[in-house]
């Protein structure tokens, strides 16, 4: 019996839920296990209710499940809130109340997507390498932080155990898929933080020394992941870092609506698409479904230790887009778009 706590959250968030708790029922039938969801409010729409991005009733459930199932959070009608009363700075303080420390976030080009990429074929087809973003420390929590009318200022800290266990988690991941290459990112030329983490990485590399380590500065990093994506297999950095490359590797792919990502600790896990809500088109059943539905593979693979319903899952997403259907944000130019619930009913039927 897994228990899974689900957040929809805001915009286009409910729909994308939907479809994956959809496909989620079908592979519980299909291989023969029994689950409870329960759905509670976050972000905007946990405040329009309570007055709050997230309440101690929707943290305590998140504590208390297996896993965690978001879908996405924030929109204009609560912009104008001061920046801690915002709904990102609710998904940093779940982030850091779990202890979800470890972001992976995968980039993969789908065959069947290859011309969807904005890039040439060439140099996209077979992409598949995965980003270990570090989650809960540097800039994003580092104190002091703050601004006042002539300045602003923010603290880019890390602790040598921030960075041992996202090194060696991405270090276990590459001897996984085969000793693939580690690719850790930063900015040692100019920041002594990045240089601490550097050396850091190197140490847990003594632990590898069958994986080979490559060092890359974030500014050429950015530069060669879209130059030439299929260089990398593993790549670790911290959280600014990560939350900027991470979404450039996503968007080689073809579109932010097609990849998942699972944010991991030592207790708690969370799996969410990594899109925004994208208010513009919620509510019009017009979301792609697709990065939803693969959060849910990525739960059965590191939350519950099933791989074989994650591969169920990821091979009903090839199957079905082989069969031509596409979303709004994947199709081409003059190419008839489906809605999110058929493409949800396109990969059930492939499961």
């Known amino acids: 019996m897994y228990r899974i706590a689900s957040i929809p959250g805001d915009g286009i968030g409910p729909e994308v839920v939907a479809g994956a708790l959809e496909v989620l029922s079908a592979v519980s039938k299909k291989f023969g296990f029994e689950y409870t969801v329960e759905e509670h409010p976050f972000g905007g729409a946990s405040y329009d209710l309570h007055g709050s991005m997230l309440t101690d009733e929707t943290l305590e459930a998140c504590r208390n499940a297996d896993a965690v199932l978001l879908g996405a959070v924030g929109g204009p009608k609560w912009e104008s809130l001061p920046h801690d009363k ?31 990429s904005t890039l040439k074929e060439e140099v996209v087809k077979g992409t598949d390498f995965m980003v ?47 000793n693939a290459k580690v690719t850790s990112i930063d900015k040692a030329n100019v920041l002594e933080v990045s240089q601490f983490w550097r050396n850091v990485v190197h140490e847990v590399h003594k632990d590898f020394p069958e994986i080979e380590l490559v060092d890359m500065y974030v500014d050429n990093a950015a530069m060669q992941i879209v130059r030439n994506p299929k260089q990398f297999e593993v790549i670790v950095t911290g959280n600014l870092f990560g939350d900027i490359l991470s979404d450039i590797s996503g968007m080689i792919t073809g579109s932010l609506g097609m990849l998942p990502s699972a944010s991991i600790g030592s207790k708690h896990a969370l799996y969410e698409p990594i899109h925004g809500s994208a208010p513009d088109i919620a509510g019009q059943n017009k979301a792609n479904p697709i990065a939803t539905i693969a959060s849910v593979a990525m ?53």
């Not at 009318?149 to 991941?173: D, P, Q």
């Not at 519950?304 to 899952?313: H, L, N």
């Not at 079905?320 to 709004?328: K, Q």
Request: proline fraction near 4%; glycine fraction near 8%; include cysteine.
């Open 299 to 351: 739960m059965f693979e590191h939350s519950f230790g099933k791989p074989e319903v994650a591969r169920a899952i990821y091979d009903a997403i090839e199957q079905a887009l082989a069969t031509g259907v596409r979303t709004a944000d994947i199709a081409r130019p003059g190419e008839l778009a489906i809605s999110t619930t058929a493409m949800t009913a396109a990969i059930v039927a492939c499961i």
């Open 132 to 178: 270990f973003r570090e989650l809960t420390g540097g800039i994003y929590f580092g104190q002091p932080r703050g601004y006042d009318e002539n300045r602003g200022w923010n603290t880019m800290v890390y602790e040598r155990y921030e960075v041992e266990r996202i090194a060696r988690l991405a270090f276990e991941a590459a001897r996984k898929r085969g």
């Open 86 to 116: 915002k709904p990102e700075a609710a998904l940093l303080r779940i982030r850091k109340e779990l202890g979800l420390f470890a972001n992976l976030r995968p980039a993969k080009v789908y065959d069947a997507l290859v011309s969807a």
